[in-house]
């Protein structure tokens, strides 16, 4: 019998309209452009600001673009996985309200938290899906709306993030294309750097959190740039080698877009041109588990069939990786 490979066959993302420039974010704390440029490298992110609208709407947006520009049917759907650290609510989970918003009626649904990582465990968990041979159309969404936990008072994490989402079908195929190898990892130790502090179960929301602000993203950014620069690249560099990749034969490098510095980091460490790097750091800042799917969306165009592609991504757990994909088509499905 053939081997049954995990080829991605469509990409749908979604940006919401609202951009919050630098000058925007420079009245509201003690900071300016230049500063966020040099040290962060974004120029604008898109926030979601309609009010009653969560993480499931960015995903409902990217996920029926990716519907039709794959012309799935929605009785085909067998599996909705949404990686995500900001859930519409902490239960149910926002695939299941997204599987409720695209009218799939034959698929079973769950979110994954993996924070700024999350998208690249669930090509995992997908690939695996498939290659039971169980599953044949997969919906995978990297979703969030970092503004809904960011703290606009704090000028060390609000430049950073923005709202979006992206999507993927995954679907089988007996090509010698797909997701091909993964090396994901995760420490635990990372807790204290990167985390919220309330809202779980260990501290429950009360006056006392919310007077203290414990309901916002906390980083203490400097560690969390070490780890990231460090774990990023020797990942990236250790699954290049496992597959025999050469710097000439990798063609795109997908990083998360959390620094420019990062990005610039892995780029030096694996030896290849910033010209492959996908990066759009610049017009979406963060989010979270939608910045590597939405670097596929945002350069579908470049893409051709056979491209070895790298992803890697470094967030709050610790969790970090690398998955090595061989891509499935030429260009930009259109919409
Ligand atoms: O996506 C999940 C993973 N997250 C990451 O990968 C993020 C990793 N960390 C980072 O990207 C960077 O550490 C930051 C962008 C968060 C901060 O940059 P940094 O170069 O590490 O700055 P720092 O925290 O070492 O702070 C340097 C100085 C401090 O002033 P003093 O103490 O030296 O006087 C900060 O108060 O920069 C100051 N500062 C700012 N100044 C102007 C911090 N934020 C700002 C700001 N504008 N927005």
């Known amino acids: 019998m053939d081997k049954i490979n995990a080829v991605i066959t469509g990409v749908g993302g979604y940006i919401p309209d609202y951009i919050l420039t630098?000058?925007?974010?420079?009245?509201?704390?003690?900071?300016?452009?230049?500063?966020?440029?040099?040290?962060?490298?974004?120029?604008?992110?898109?926030?979601?600001?309609?009010?009653?609208?969560?993480?499931?709407?960015?995903?409902?947006?990217?996920?029926?673009?990716?519907?039709?520009?794959?012309?799935?049917?929605?009785?085909?759907?067998?599996?909705?996985?949404?990686?995500?650290?900001?859930?519409?609510?902490?239960?149910?989970?926002?695939?299941?309200?997204?599987?409720?918003?695209?009218?799939?009626?034959?698929?079973?649904?769950?979110?994954?938290?993996?924070?700024?990582?999350?998208?690249?465990?669930?090509?995992?968990?997908?690939?695996?899906?498939?290659?039971?041979?169980?599953?044949?159309?997969?919906?995978?969404?990297?979703?969030?709306?970092?503004?809904?936990?960011?703290?606009?008072?704090?000028?060390?994490?609000?430049?950073?993030?923005?709202?979006?989402?992206?999507?993927?079908?995954?679907?089988?195929?007996?090509?010698?294309?797909?997701?091909?190898?993964?090396?994901?990892r995760t420490d635990g130790k990372g807790l204290p750097f990167l985390h919220m502090k309330a809202g779980g179960s260990v501290c429950p929301a009360s006056d006392f959190t919310v007077y203290n602000k414990m309901h916002y993203l906390h980083q203490e950014g400097r560690t969390v740039f070490k780890y990231a620069v460090s774990n990023m690249s020797d990942v990236s560099a250790a699954i290049a080698e496992k597959n025999g990749l050469t710097k000439d034969s990798i063609d795109w490098i997908v990083p998360h877009q959390a620094n420019i510095r990062i990005i610039e980091a892995v780029a030096h460490r694996m030896e290849v041109p910033m010209e492959k790097m996908l990066v759009d750091i610049q017009r979406f800042g963060n989010t979270s588990a939608g910045t590597l799917p939405l670097c596929i969306w945002d350069f579908e165009d470049k893409l051709k069939k056979g491209d070895n592609i790298i992803f890697t991504a470094f967030g709050a757990g610790f969790t970090w990786g690398a998955v090595y994909v061989k891509w499935g088509y030429d260009g930009k499905k259109e919409s």
């Open 22 to 184: 630098n000058d925007e974010i420079s009245k509201m704390v003690d900071t300016n452009d230049e500063w966020i440029m040099t040290r962060i490298g974004v120029k604008e992110r898109h926030i979601l600001n309609e009010e009653g609208l969560g993480t499931s709407y960015l995903a409902r947006k990217a996920a029926k673009q990716l519907m039709k520009k794959t012309g799935a049917n929605p009785d085909d759907i067998d599996l909705v996985v949404v990686a995500t650290t900001t859930p519409d609510y902490p239960f149910p989970s926002t695939a299941s309200i997204l599987c409720d918003k695209l009218g799939l009626k034959n698929a079973f649904a769950f979110d994954l938290q993996a924070a700024c990582s999350g998208f690249l465990y669930l090509m995992e968990v997908a690939a695996n899906f498939i290659r039971s041979g169980r599953y044949k159309k997969i919906i995978i969404v990297g979703a969030d709306k970092m503004s809904s936990i960011v703290d606009y008072t704090d000028r060390a994490t609000c430049p950073i993030f923005g709202d979006g989402a992206a999507a993927f079908m995954v679907e089988p195929t007996t090509e010698d294309v797909g997701i091909m190898d993964s090396i994901l």
